[in-house]
Structure formats: C-alpha cells, structure tokens
C-alpha cells in the first residue's frame, strides 16, 4: 500500500502487517523498485485527472510484475479504516 501526497509516494508499506514474509524481506529493494517504477509511469495521468492525494495498493507478483488493486482519494483527514 502506497500513500501519496501531492503527486508523491511518501509511504509504501505491506498492507497486512501481522504476517511475516521472508522471502519479501529479502527482495524488499526489487519490490520498491518495481512498485516505484509503476507508480512514476502512471502518476502524471492521475495528476492530470484530479488525483494528487490518494491511497494506491499494489500487488507485486514477481520481478518487474506489479498490479494496481485499487486507488482511493485521501483527504489527509479521514482515515477510516486504515
């Protein structure tokens, strides 16, 4: 799950916390990269949508394999069930 602001990931994080992937830790530098390299392709057409502020999670299926789940406007403010 990715946290943006402004046009900018400033968080990525694994959206269910409680459980514990080693493999994921050790491949954590190729996740981000491919998560990140996603999210620059697509984010200067959110932008010229309207998205600046949103929520985005990510599945990342292999090397170079990222899928979008689902993107949500984030006001900043209300958190819900986050």
Request: hydrophobic fraction near 40%.
């Amino acid at each position: 799950r990715g946290i943006v602001w402004d046009g900018s990931m400033n968080s990525l994080g694994q959206y269910y916390h409680p459980l514990v992937f080693p493999s994921a830790i050790r491949r954590k530098k190729q996740i981000e990269e491919d998560i990140r390299a996603v999210h620059n392709e697509l984010q200067p057409r959110l932008s010229e949508n309207g998205f600046n502020n949103y929520i985005i999670d990510f599945a990342w299926m292999a090397a170079g394999e990222v899928k979008i789940i689902e993107l949500n406007p984030f006001d900043g403010l209300a958190l819900g069930c986050f």
